[in-house]
């Protein structure tokens, strides 16, 4: 009996260091997040309102001046394309000046060709009339 006796005593000394092995690690596993937390709360303590105010601020307007900056690139880009199609615009209506030119000169001319034809129409058309009578 001695012999079950000591075995017993072994078996609950093993469960014991068993138990004390997952109670340490379970109380490390545990202290995890408190470590987090309270590390957390020290850094939270380290500003005040008024300096989240400050912080918010600062981002706050570098946004917005990034934005601004942004807008006047925007700006200029749409500046030179207005520039440039302005350009072409006027050029394209010299070139339609120009050929406008061109038709009223060739029109001039052509009335004038057609203007000196007419009486020499006339005249004959005048001698067939007097030559029928």
Do not use: C, H, W
Not at 7 to 12: P, S
Not at 82 to 91: D, R, S
């Amino acid at each position: 009996m001695g012999k079950l006796k000591s075995y017993q005593e072994q078996l609950q000394d093993i469960v014991e260091k068993g138990i004390t092995a997952a109670e340490e690690q379970q109380k490390k596993l545990a202290a995890k997040p408190f470590d987090y937390a309270e590390k957390l709360e020290a850094e939270v303590r380290e500003y005040t309102v008024q300096t989240l105010r400050e912080r918010y601020n600062g981002y706050s307007d570098t946004l917005f001046n990034q934005l601004r900056s942004l807008n006047t690139r925007f700006g200029d880009f749409a500046a030179e394309l207005v520039a440039k199609l302005e350009k072409e615009a006027a050029e394209g209506a010299d070139a339609v000046a120009e050929a406008a030119e061109d038709v009223a000169e060739a029109a001039e001319e052509a009335k004038k060709s057609v203007a000196s034809k007419k009486p020499a129409k006339k005249t004959a058309a005048k001698k067939k009339t007097a030559a029928s009578a």
